[in-house]
């Protein structure tokens, strides 16, 4: 027997035993080393909850589920597709989406929410509440709208265009069915902008203010180039993040008497210089991503402003604080050498969420039962809903991830397929699959009860995970000279 096969063999007998227990490892071998004790609780955990008996017993067939799911189908089918493809085709950047906010806020008026705009101080985030029903769960769901920023100009190349449509008709089919049947529940939609612009984040600055609270569970959709899921636990799909924006104040002068001002753009130049000399003494995992958003105005004139905006990133947030301390020292030590002065503004951009398996289990199951293609069995790491990791960590959720795209995310490739077949399909799927995971939500006081004490146990899972790691990242003693 090959030593392949007797891995393959002994990853199959564990995986027999705890189906989540490779699968809950985080990202480097220094975290799975110090919360080594936190992963095998979250293993028994896991065991605790016997997941896939659940997800059995509720993706059993169900006619009242499976209207509800048609109904979302018929939704996008007759509307909702062509509204998908119009704001494709009508991109609109972070916190400037007014346009296909009044769309999305437009259609939701006409079927009965209540719609506030504006909400967090951020103009195009809004909330829409379905009151004609009767008090019970609250049943949410986020939608974003923004396109990305390209070189050759803005661009639905994440497919948030089918986002805010494929929420729609999850929120009106659970809504008419709440109604229909009078079942207690309610629904929320939260329109969350500038998924892709940070700082600030918007999500993380909504739920400051208190938006999401008395969200019983939250759902979303998401473009995917396969029909996938995480794993339970926690973490991020992009890394723990802090965004930051390093602006340079310097002196103008004339370029041929340079020595009469202070150069800015020398400073940011000098900024990126020193990040790569430090980047040898940072972990290798460690992501420093920057872009030059002003650099002066004319060749003739010394630039007296300069701005850099970063994305620094690390798989956790404990060791990405030392990262982002060297990162701006660089930024100090730039000012300094150069004889301008440093603005320094940055936010967590993002953070580690918590990932259930009893939602997450259960909507693979529907986005397999609903046609998803190019499903991957295998789930993938953990990560929260929401891209900033707030949310996720205080209100149980999951994404939708049907295959929606030949390409990859952030390209014309895969803005081209939101437009397509292949991208239509996906959506469809993800919008059954969330109305029915929302029905199972809204009808089912025992499934309720189990994402409860699912979520519970692994939030505070992490956060002794997160006081693991600090002796794993100690710093070292740099004494004087």
């Known amino acids: 027997m090959t030593v392949a096969c007797r891995s393959a063999l002994r990853r199959a007998a564990l995986l027999a035993l705890c189906p989540f227990a490779l699968l809950t490892a985080q990202d480097t071998p220094t975290e799975r080393l110090a919360a080594r004790d936190v992963l095998r609780k979250m293993s028994d955990l896991q065991r605790q909850l016997d997941v896939p008996a659940l997800v059995a017993r509720l993706s059993a067939p169900n006619a009242a589920r499976d209207a509800v799911a048609a109904r979302a189908k018929a939704l996008m089918d007759s509307e909702l597709l062509a509204m998908a493809d119009d704001i494709t085709r009508h991109p609109e950047v972070g916190f400037k989406e007014t346009r296909s906010v009044g769309i999305l806020v437009a259609y939701l008026r006409a079927h009965g929410f209540d719609v506030q705009e504006g909400v967090a101080g951020l103009p195009t985030a809004f909330v829409a509440r379905y009151t004609k029903g009767t008090p019970g769960p609250n049943l949410g769901i986020i939608v974003e709208y923004d396109a990305l920023r390209g070189t050759k100009g803005d661009f639905h190349g994440d497919q948030h265009s089918a986002q805010g449509p494929v929420g729609l008709a999850v929120a009106v089919a659970t809504a008419e069915f709440l109604t229909s049947s009078r079942t207690p529940g309610t629904v929320t939609v939260f329109g969350t902008p ?278 794993a990242y100690p710093r070292p003693v740099v004494k004087d000279p």
Request: with cysteine; hydrophobic share 40%; charged share 20%.
């Open 194 to 471: 500038a998924e892709e612009m940070m700082p600030p984040a918007s999500k993380a600055q909504m739920h400051a203010a208190g938006v999401f609270n008395g969200a019983d569970i939250i759902v979303r959709s998401h473009s995917s180039t396969a029909t996938q899921r995480p794993a339970p636990g926690f973490g991020s799909c992009c890394l723990n993040i802090d965004a930051v924006r390093y602006t340079f104040s310097g002196a103008p002068s004339h370029q041929m008497m340079p020595w009469d001002g202070r150069d800015a753009l020398t400073a940011v130049i000098e900024l990126f210089t020193n990040i790569d000399g430090v980047r040898r003494v940072m972990r290798p995992e460690a992501r420093i991503q920057g872009i030059i958003t002003e650099g002066g105005k004319a060749p003739n004139v010394v630039p007296d402003r300069a701005v850099a905006e970063f994305y620094i990133r690390y798989p956790d947030e404990v060791y990405l604080t030392q990262v982002r301390e060297m990162v701006d020292n660089a930024a100090r030590a730039a000012a300094l050498a150069t004889g301008t002065k440093v603005k320094i503004e940055g936010t967590a951009g993002a953070r580690d969420g918590v990932s259930a398996s009893t939602i997450n289990e259960l909507a693979f199951a529907y986005l397999k039962r609903y046609g998803g293609g190019k499903v991957e069995e295998t789930p993938g790491k953990p990560q929260g809903y929401d891209e900033t990791g707030t949310v996720s960590r205080d209100i149980p959720g999951t994404g939708f991830s049907a295959y929606s795209s030949t390409g990859t995310y952030h390209t014309y490739e895969m803005e081209a397929d939101a437009l397509g077949p292949v991208g239509h399909s996906g959506f469809v799927v993800d919008a059954q699959a969330m109305a029915a995971l929302l029905y199972d939500f809204a009808t089912r006081a025992d499934y309720r009860a189990m994402v409860r004490k699912e979520f519970d146990g692994t939030r505070s899972l992490f956060a002794e995970y997160v006081g693991a790691l600090g002796p």
